[in-house]
């Protein structure tokens, strides 16, 4: 089993700045896919960047494309979302996901697609608020 802990949630203002956290443990961190996906009521959860460790290649989507980035202190078993530029249509509970790579490139499509039903474990989610 894969354990992940969100963190870095909170409220800030339009143009304002978060940077969420995940750490994973309970599986070899570089043969992780980890993606960053969230969620509002009534909506379907939507994936907005993944990183596959090993290689540190990041897929993010154009609906944040230029205002989120994913990285990875591999020290540290923990992957980061910065999202700058934030505006209300961020606001959404936070998730992370992981895919194990138990065979090699299975990575590869989950990474693109960014689909919640490829990711197998989740964390409980962190709240980011974007209000005036």
């Known amino acids: 089993q894969v354990q992940l802990v969100e963190s870095g949630g909170g409220s800030v203002q339009p143009g304002g700045s978060l940077r969420l956290s995940c750490a994973a443990s309970?599986?070899?961190?570089?043969?992780?896919?980890l993606a960053w996906f969230r969620q509002v009521p009534g909506k379907h959860r939507e994936g907005v960047a993944g990183?596959?460790?090993?290689?540190?290649?990041?897929n993010i989507a154009d609906s944040v494309k230029g205002r989120f980035t994913i990285s990875q202190d591999n020290a540290k078993n923990t992957v980061y979302l910065q999202m700058d530029n934030l505006q209300p249509g961020d606001t959404a509970m936070y998730y992370c996901?992981?895919?194990?790579?138990?065979?090699?490139?299975?990575?590869?499509?989950?990474?693109?697609?960014?689909?919640?039903?490829?990711?197998?474990?989740w964390g409980k989610g962190t709240l980011v608020i974007i209000s005036s």
């Open positions: 990183i596959y460790t090993e290689l540190s290649h990041t």
């Open positions: 309970g599986y070899p961190f570089p043969r992780l896919l």
């Open positions: 996901a992981a895919f194990k790579n138990e065979m090699s490139g299975r990575w590869w499509r989950p990474l693109q697609q960014l689909l919640q039903e490829d990711f197998p474990f």
